[in-house]
């Protein structure tokens, strides 16, 4: 079956451009999770949905981050005004219950 | 706050030699214990997990006990091969529907 996918797989910017990336979660999980991932580090906690509620956005490092998932399945996170510490990798996870799985990640670049 | 730290790579080995990657914890409750890994150009995948302590994880031949006493969770191999090169992230979480904390990776690379 299809896993978690996200796009656009790589995205570049101009520092102060705003950019939407998507994450689709496997069919039918309640909970989704988003990430940050810069380079040579581990992924950090961003935001946390159940459903179309987020329940968690205590690691989205600034007002300029913006999450939403309104009918409880794709969810887009949204940077305005990107800067260049935006730059990262940017994972999406989904999970039914327990076990989170992990989509490929979008790569954003800030130029 | 809640913390995982583990040994910095990157790590070389030759083939079928034993691996041990280390792994220790911070902690303010009773956490669950992870390690993912992260093929070359693919998704993290999740590799093992422990729920409370003195419980061993196992999968693939890779091995870690949750150590309590230590606040460890060291990742073991016996026989590492080729395509068990990767970058391997110690994790923990406190429940299912709380965020997972990461250590910052240890890249693996297993020559021939």
């Known amino acids: 079956g299809a896993g978690v996918s996200q796009s656009p797989r790589y995205k570049v910017a101009k520092r102060g451009q705003d950019v939407a990336l998507r994450c689709d979660p496997i069919?039918?999980?309640?909970?989704l999770f988003w990430y940050q991932q810069a380079l040579g580090q581990g992924p950090e906690f961003l935001t946390y949905?159940?459903?179309?509620?987020?329940?968690?956005k205590s690691g989205l490092p600034s007002d300029r981050f913006f999450a939403e998932r309104p009918e409880g399945s794709v969810s887009t996170l949204k940077i305005q005004r990107t800067q260049q510490e935006d730059s990262a990798v940017y994972l999406c996870?989904?999970?039914?219950?327990?076990?989170?799985?992990f989509g490929p990640g979008t790569r954003l670049t800030v130029t | 706050g809640d913390s995982v730290t583990q040994m910095e790579g990157p790590v070389t080995l030759s083939e079928e030699a034993f691996l041990t990657i280390n792994c220790t914890y911070t902690a303010t409750g009773y956490p669950s214990l992870f390690w993912y890994v992260q093929y070359p150009g693919e998704g993290l995948q999740l590799l093992l997990k422990a729920t409370k302590a003195d419980d061993k994880g196992s999968n693939k031949g890779f091995e870690a006990t949750y150590r309590k006493e230590t606040t460890s969770f060291h990742l073991e191999k016996g026989s590492v091969q080729v395509s068990d090169s990767a970058v391997y992230f110690c994790a923990l979480r406190y429940s299912s529907a709380s965020k997972i904390i990461f250590g910052s990776g240890t890249r693996l690379s297993i020559r021939p």
């Open positions: 069919s039918g999980h309640v909970s």
């Open positions: 996870a989904s999970s039914p219950s327990e076990e989170q799985y």
């Open positions: 949905f159940q459903n179309e509620a987020q329940l968690d």
